[in-house]
């Protein structure tokens, strides 16, 4: 191409940024450009929040005119601002490699209580001006104060370095993609299946005029079409729910495997305490848009009880998913747990690198006999049950296992550990499915600290749906119970799918072992 390209972008560190990579991108394969620097609607009103703000396309409307006009050749867009449709006349010509699409929580460190989940002081004030962060804050956080919270990464930053905020909420990609320097504050991150992304978050999208054939060609050097399919499902969920920046929805589609796998929340008011969650695969994104916008919008068919084996408290995620919908819970455990030691001898902890804890049991039972643990020991635990237990005694995970499948958490283990040793405080009679998967050069002390005890004559449950949290609590139901016509049945994880098993027990998994997990799979039941 012999021309020189005006690329057209806003100003802000983060717009430059972006723009400047897709000018050195370009350059690579000698195509010259210039930056033209253009001033949005979203630059100019800083003093509103973002539902306030007329209409669609705050940060992308002005550099789109400039395109259709011919002042600038290509629009460097934070894919996530774009409205769904491009004006008549314009397309995305190519998409960027997509940067990790988890959020961050800035924490001022005075502010940090591990203790609590998200590691933020119990009702503290978190800045976001996102109505989809806020909806996810609450359902997990319903104690925090939510402020809005305005201007580029920097700014907002040094918002929070001023003590305007506790926390603010920020995407992972732009604080990546400036470098910026977070050493005074206290970070936690948030994956993108914990906490959904915007639709497209983390992509960049290159726009140009749909007559300019010769550039379209040049740019596909640059462009990235598996990232372009998934994006695909994410924004025509969001078209489809006739959405902006503004709609309180999280959409995230990867692909894994050969299989797409799309994680959704949808709040339908910005003030919703707990958003509807959706999780499903599939290996073709041929209807599937249609298929999650349906879940939402047809009318969930819910189960109209559910049993669950474990106790819940009144705050638990998945009794508020639930009983909004008006499902009712029958939560009761159908075990009970004893100590079987009462005193730690100081000498097992000598050497011990890590701590894995596969149940809140363990976690519980360990710490009642006031260990004496090493100052640089590490903690790892299966699920997010555990790890709520550990925040609970004021530590920090420093691994924990998100899958329902405990050998894939036991290889993820394995990696990180080879040649440590590791204590495992446990149940009497563990699965040990982690340790077998340890290297031989990894040492493994077992520490039984407490026993499960089955409940005799357990009470059946007619309830539609059934969720068994722990192979034990199977075990005390089938001994002297059937499943009834029609009932359908969950398990949290593989390790009590087996033992459903062996008690000719079909059932389905959920994405991950933890309460939302557990949610968003009665959600996706086919209920007649």
Known sequence: MNRKITIGTRGSDLALWQANFVKDRLAEINVQAVLKIIKTQGDRILNLSFDKLEGKGFFTKELEEELLAGTIDLAVHSHKDLPTENPPGLIVAAVSEREDP??????????????????????????????????????????????????????????????????????????????????????????????????????LAIQIR?????????????????????????RKVLRLFGGGCHLPLGCYCRKEDGVFQVF???????????PDRYFTEAQSTAGLPEKIVAKFNNGRKLPSAVFISRNLSAQSYFRKALEKHGVAIEARSLIRTVPIITKLDPYILRNVDWVFFTSKNGVEYFFNLQPQLPKKVKFGVMGSGSESALRAIGYRADYVGESVDSAEVAA?????????????????????????????????????????????????????????????????????????????????????????????????????????????????LEVS
């Open 102 to 203: 988890s959020e961050l929580l800035l924490i001022l460190k005075d502010c940090v209580d591990v203790r609590q989940k998200l590691s933020v002081k119990f009702g503290g004030l978190v800045g976001t001006s996102s109505n989809r962060r806020k909806a996810q804050l609450l359902a997990v956080r319903p104690d925090l104060e939510i402020d809005e919270l305005r201007g580029n990464v920097p700014t907002r930053i040094q918002k929070l370095r001023n003590e305007e905020y506790d926390a603010i909420m920020l995407a992972k990609a732009g604080v990546s993609r400036l470098g910026l320097d977070l050493s005074d504050l206290y970070v936690e991150e948030i994956g993108p299946t914990e906490f959904i992304p915007a639709p497209a978050q983390g992509v």
């Open 264 to 274: 959704t929340s949808k709040a339908n008011t910005e003030d919703e305490k707990v």
């Open 210 to 234: 749909e007559n300019d054939k010769e550039l379209f060609d040049v740019l596909q050097a640059l462009n990235h079409p598996e990232v372009a399919e998934t994006l695909a499902v994410e």
């Open 412 to 524: 993820e283990f394995a990696k990180l550990t080879d040649g440590s040793t590791i204590l495992f405080p446990a149940a009497e009679d563990p699965l040990r499915s982690i340790q077998q998967a340890l290297s031989e050069e990894t040492k493994i002390i077992d520490l039984p600290v407490y026993e499960t005890v089955l409940e005799d004559n357990a009470e059946a449950s007619a309830a539609d749906v059934l969720i068994f949290t722990s192979p034990s609590n199977v075990e005390a139901y089938f001994a002297g119970n059937l499943l009834e016509v029609g009932q359908q049945v969950i398990a949290i994880g593989k390790s009590t799918g087996k033992k459903l098993e062996e008690n000719n027990v079909k059932y389905m998994l959920p994405y991950s072992p933890d309460e939302v997990g557990l949610a968003e799979a009665v959600f996706g």
